[in-house]
C-alpha cells in the first residue's frame, strides 16, 4: 500500500476524506475523495504541520519546490472533510496501489 503524501509502501494506511479544492500555484484542481496516510505522516498531519509533510515528500533541496509544496498540504489539511480511519483492504489509494 502508498501512502499518497510520501509515495513510500506501507503494510497499514489511514484514510482521510478531502474535499475538492483549487491549488493556485500550479492552476489545477486537486482530487476530492479518500487520501491514504502512513502513521509517520499522519503525526504530521493530525498537528498540521504542512512543512513536516513537504520534508518528508520533497526529494530535491529545491526551495521553491518545498514551498509549493508545503502550501498545497497546508490547502489539503485544511480541505480535510472527516477524521482519519484505517483503510479498508478494498480500498484504492490515489495512486491506484490496493489499500
Not at 503524501?5 to 476524506?17: D, Y
Not at 509533510?53 to 502550501?71: C, D, G, M, Q, Y
Request: glycine letters at 6%; one cysteine or more; proline letters at 3%.
Amino acid at each position: 500500500m502508498t501512502c499518497d503524501i510520501c509515495l513510500t509502501q506501507h503494510a497499514e494506511l489511514w484514510g482521510f476524506p478531502v474535499a475538492t479544492f483549487h491549488e493556485p500555484i500550479s492552476n489545477t484542481v486537486n482530487c476530492a475523495g479518500e487520501w491514504a496516510i502512513c502513521d509517520a505522516c499522519r503525526l504530521l498531519f493530525d498537528i498540521g504541520d504542512a512543512h513536516g509533510l513537504a520534508e518528508r515528500v520533497t526529494i530535491t533541496n529545491s526551495r521553491i519546490v518545498k514551498e509549493v509544496v508545503e502550501r498545497f498540504y497546508v490547502l489539503l489539511i485544511q480541505n480535510t472533510t472527516g477524521p482519519l480511519a484505517r483503510c479498508a483492504d478494498q480500498a484504492t489509494s490515489l495512486y491506484g496501489s490496493s489499500l
